[in-house]
């Protein structure tokens, strides 16, 4: 059973960089054809995929949150990270990783989910 557990601040300053990890457990983040993802949902929104990092190691970015994101991953540690750069109130969210097949968006495991809220 694939477990996925999300780690990091729940609360972030203005201008500052949000970095969250996930820990993957009864899996490796390795194993073909795995994609993991990064996907939010601001209060009172729906779901936004951010952005996601596949076996390979290759990474692939929603493009509104390009310029400002970055997904790598530690192997040795089985984990991966999101980092988002010069936040504000609007990337408040509960933040999720999650695991997908390839390139599909049918995502079969789920971390519980984080709260990071931008505020001063």
């Known amino acids: 059973q694939v477990q996925l557990q999300e780690s990091g601040p729940g609360l972030v300053k203005p201008s500052q960089t949000l970095s969250l990890t996930c820990t993957v457990s009864?899996?490796?983040?390795?194993?073909?054809?795995?994609?993991w993802s990064w996907i939010r949902q601001p209060p009172g929104k729906g779901l936004e995929w951010i952005g996601n990092i596949y076996y390979s190691g290759s990474t692939y970015y929603t493009p509104s949150l390009k310029s400002r994101t970055s997904i790598s991953r530690d192997t040795s540690k089985n984990q991966f990270t999101l980092q988002v750069s010069s936040v504000t109130p609007e990337d408040t969210a509960v933040y999720y990783c999650?695991?997908?097949?390839?390139?599909?968006?049918?995502?079969?495991?789920w971390g519980q989910g984080t709260q990071v809220t931008v505020s001063s």
């Open positions: 009864g899996g490796s983040i390795t194993t073909n054809y795995y994609s």
């Open positions: 999650a695991r997908a097949y390839d390139g599909n968006y049918v995502f079969t495991y």
